[in-house]
């Protein structure tokens, strides 16, 4: 089996130490975190992880699988890039001058369909939201200028399939 | 000793008391039935120790003379009663000394209640006085872990920690108790906790998996059952048997699965693994249909997985959904509880007879016990053996002791050997192989089953790890046997040096000290055996003793535990000597 990204999506309790007992899994594994992200869910009181990892498939259900193990964690999922809606945001701070002084800077931004944030005296701040290696392409780009500071968030990611945490919800709470 | 036990009372609590935290505490103890715990206290526990000292009519606590001695007496408890343990330590070096009972809980699936003290919540994160991040350290060997800050939330906490621990696959749960909660009052109720809307313990069972492993079993011409400590757990033992017996299924047990079933029932062939019986591992690759249930496919369990069982359709039944398919793939996986699944089974198996298939497994027993058996039973050379030593323990104890082993090659001998007529008798550390296991973990079985008797089998190494508890059994008069099969060597270490290091014996010879002298400055009755001569007369006095009774034997110094997978080989290549 073939290494190939993976969002794993999981659905838990928002409760203190669950991140860490997540991220155990994967480092009793030996297995990189690509990238995190934690959010609410579209279910009031219900957390979503949205972790990449690049593994095989076998990799993928077993982690999957001991996560949903775990007592607070509701249900996970695992997805491949295909199945699912995916994106990542990153912040570029640059200094100002750059903004008048290099004619190029201005095509970038237009290309690469940024947005200005907000613009001070000593800089301004682009934001991107996008697959990986547009921000990549993005960042190369504009990195012969300089960059003051560059972030990017984790991926975030919806599946394509229903994912009926709901009904998974209800049917726990009727037992 | 039988008045130990403190007088267990009903605590029933409707209307809302005012209460101190650590009052809360002992509650919400004596609520889940709880009248023994294991324990050593400190600066950050204190007021719990204190209200134990107030309720000690009706809490016994026990202070083991280490931290992981509690783990482990809570544990043997816990195995032998099917009630949850509870262990309790201090903050800082107390809680990080039960880090590996806990450990060894997880892996094992025992369930157990810690209870740590904590620094208080303002000084949290300040490195103050013995504060260590036990929730942070023991998250990857816990079920589940919660720290408490507030004193109002102890009872909902304490209910769900039993819950969990108990439900399902059982397991350690460790619960970090801030001194300013314990002292702090709150308004105390208590309700037993019956879910968490995030945590199905027990799956649906499937009724089409159901069939389609009814008619792999139909008709399977060699089918062979596999069976683990999910039996014991779900206390699925006669169902197991009436499945064995009425589809005539040859079955063997992993090292925790022992005495779910009778060790002379016919259909009992022994023990699969490393050191288990030639027939049950060679024959693993001629079945055609294994059933696995209630054990997960641990690799001292398959060898290699490339070679195991690959001919044969796997049928697993599990009540973990993560085991299923992660070592071994099933081509039907059961979900569920093992009796609720087993029952639902048996009526679609056909009753059956595989006598010529059974046979195989005779055929292979008459060689194993040829080389290796006769040997270690009956030895004629001059040095005693372990397995003359279970041996007679077999025959003193009738079959009816609760055998707790350490961890080595006295553990190997033990399991391999020893009888048992009941379930739940075997306790030993299979998951995560423990040493310094068993004299803690045999107090703990005894307190747990006071009308069996319970002897400790350790090594001359692993013994000395917990040496220590000595003092809990002299304290309490606690009737254990302690046997120390004395090698002078860490022995299943050196047995791999000979075989793997070209008897290269690093750090594995033992310079001991007199064994009795330590038993007898903790005034418990003891004696040594050198000669064969002496054995069966110790092992008979022991067994008759009604005080704890420690025995040394000292045993050939470099025998080997045969038969034996070599790690990463198949179960096929399993060698006899
Ligand atoms: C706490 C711990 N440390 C190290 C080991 C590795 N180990 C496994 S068996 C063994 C030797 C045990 O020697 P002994 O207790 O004398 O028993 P024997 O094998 O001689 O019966 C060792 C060191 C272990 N299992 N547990």
């Not at chain 1, 944030?117 to 290696?133: C, E, I, M, P, Q």
């Not at chain 2, 209870?115 to 300040?126: A, D, E, F, M």
Request: net charge negative; aromatic share 8%; with cysteine.
């Amino acid at each position: 089996m073939e290494n190939q990204w993976y969002t794993i999506s999981v659905y838990s309790e928002n409760n203190i130490g669950l991140l860490n007992r997540i991220s155990g899994i994967f480092l009793k594994r030996h297995i990189n975190i690509e990238s995190l992200n934690v959010s609410k869910s579209e279910i009031e009181d219900v957390s979503k992880f949205t972790i990449v990892i690049f593994a095989t498939e076998n990799w993928a259900r077993k982690i999957v699988q001991q996560i949903e193990k775990q007592v607070e964690v509701i249900k996970a999922y695992y997805h491949t890039d295909d199945e699912t809606i995916y994106q990542e945001s990153a912040l570029f701070k640059i200094a100002s001058n750059l903004l008048f002084d290099e004619r190029q800077i201005q095509n970038i931004i237009k290309e690469s369909n940024s947005q200005i944030v907000t613009v001070a005296r000593d800089f301004f701040v682009l934001s991107k939201t996008g697959r990986r290696h547009e921000i990549d392409e993005m960042h190369d780009a504009l990195e012969p200028y300089g960059i003051m500071q560059f972030v990017r968030s984790g991926r975030i990611a919806v599946s394509k399939a229903t994912m009926p945490i709901t009904n998974i919800l209800a049917e726990f709470q009727n037992q | 000793m039988e008045t130990l036990r403190a007088q267990k009372k009903e605590s029933k609590k409707k209307t809302p008391i005012r209460i101190s935290g650590a009052e809360a505490i002992i509650h919400c103890l004596l609520a889940e039935g709880v009248d023994l715990i294991y324990g050593y206290p400190g600066g950050a526990i204190m007021p719990v120790y204190d209200e134990l000292y107030k309720f000690q009519d009706k809490l016994t606590h026990i202070l083991t003379r280490h931290e992981q001695g509690a783990t482990h007496a809570a544990q043997g408890y816990a195995r032998v009663s099917g009630k949850v343990g509870v262990a309790m330590a201090t903050s800082g070096p107390g809680a990080t000394n039960l880090v590996t009972g806990i450990a060894d809980a997880q892996i094992d699936s025992t369930p157990m209640v810690c209870i740590t003290g904590q620094v208080p919540r303002h000084l949290l994160g300040s490195d103050a006085f013995q504060e260590t991040d036990i929730v942070g350290i023991s998250t990857p060997v816990t079920k589940w872990n919660y720290q408490i800050t507030k004193a109002s939330e102890i009872p909902e906490i304490m209910a769900k920690a039993f819950y969990i621990a108990r439900s399902g696959r059982p397991g350690p749960v460790l619960i970090d108790i801030t001194k300013n909660a314990q002292f702090d009052e709150l308004d105390f109720a208590y309700e037993k906790c019956t879910g968490v809307r995030s945590y199905k313990p027990v799956p649906e069972p499937d009724l089409k998996a159901i069939e389609a492993a009814a008619s792999l079993i139909n008709n399977a011409k060699k089918p062979y059952i596999v069976f683990g400590q999910g039996v014991i757990l779900g206390e699925a033992e006669a169902e197991l048997k009436a499945l064995v017996e009425k589809a005539g299924i040859p079955a063997a047990w992993t090292i925790l699965g022992l005495s779910a079933m009778d060790t002379d029932h016919p259909l009992n062939v022994g023990m699969v693994g490393m050191h288990g019986n030639y027939g049950p591992n060679v024959l693993t690759n001629e079945c055609d249909v294994l059933v696995a249930i209630g054990m997960r496919f641990d690799d001292r369990v398959t060898g290699s997985l490339d070679t195991y069982a690959k001919q044969a359709k796997v049928i697993h039944l599990e009540i973990d959904p993560a085991e299923i398919n992660k070592n071994v793939k099933a081509d039907v996986a059961i979900l569920g509880d093992a009796k609720q699944t087993l029952d639902l089974l048996l009526p679609l198996v056909k009753k059956n007879d595989h006598s010529e298939w059974k046979n195989e497994f005779d055929k292979k027993y008459q060689i194993e016990y040829d080389t290796v058996i006769k040997n270690d039973i009956t030895p004629t050379k001059e040095g005693l053996t372990m397995g003359e030593v279970i041996e007679q323990i077999n025959i003193a104890s009738e079959h009816k002791a609760v055998i707790v082993t350490d961890v080595g090659q006295h553990q190997m001998i033990a399991c391999r050997y020893a009888k048992f007529k009941q379930s739940k008798s075997n306790i030993t550390s299979g998951g995560l192989g423990t040493m310094g296991f068993a004299l803690p973990a045999a107090i703990g079985a005894k307190m747990g089953a006071m009308d069996r008797e319970v002897v400790a089998i350790a090594g001359d190494g692993g013994y000395q790890m917990t040496i220590q508890e000595l003092g809990v059994i002299f304290q309490h008069n606690v009737p254990v046997k302690i046997v120390v099969l004395n090698n002078d060597h860490l022995g299943m270490v050196r047995q791999w040096q000979e075989l793997f290091f070209e008897s290269r014996y690093a750090s594995t010879v033992m310079t001991n000290p007199d064994f009795v002298k330590i038993a007898e400055g903790y005034h418990i009755k003891s004696r040594r055996v050198v000669e064969r001569s002496d054995l069966k007369d110790a092992v008979t006095e022991m067994i008759a003793s009604k005080d704890p009774y420690f025995l040394e034997v000292k045993v050939e110094k470099e025998d080997n535990v045969f038969p034996m997978i070599p790690s990463g080989a198949s179960v096929s290549d399993i060698r006899l000597k």
